[in-house]
Nanobody
Framework: QVQLVESGGGLVQSGGSLRLSCTAS????????MGWYRQAPGKQRELVAS???????TYADSVKGRFTISRDSAKNTVDLQMNSLEPEDTAVYYC?????????WGQGTQVTVSS
């Protein structure tokens, strides 16, 4: 079983930056995929960015050029640097990981961007 813990959320003005971090409790294994999803009230959870163990990176179109995902596979951590934040980015952000076809989720961290 894997536990994921997120940190770094908060309140920021439009145009500001935040850095989210996620740490996985798993040891002795490399997670197949680690990434970030977000969910705003009344909306479905959506992919923000993900990184596979092979180095493949995926970004949502809405965050390309503004967000950067970085992963340390040896330590099973993944960060999300968020720049030029917009009110539309306001959501609960969830860390996600896949290990041997099993999917795990963190508790979520709130990101609020004021206009």
């Amino acid at each position: 079983q894997v536990q994921l813990v997120e940190s770094g959320g908060g309140l920021v003005q439009s145009g500001g930056s935040l850095r989210l971090s996620c740490t996985a409790s798993v040891r002795f294994f490399s997670l197949n995929t680690m990434g970030w999803y977000r969910q705003a009230p009344g909306k479905q959870r959506e992919l923000v960015a993900s990184a596979t163990s092979g180095g493949s990176i995926t970004y949502a179109d809405s965050v390309k050029g503004r967000f950067t995902i970085s992963r340390d596979s040896a330590k099973n951590t993944v960060d999300l640097q968020m720049n030029s934040l917009e009110p539309e980015d306001t959501a609960v952000y969830y860390c996600n990981a896949v290990l041997f076809s099993t999917e795990y989720w963190g508790q979520g961290t709130q990101v609020t961007v004021s206009s």
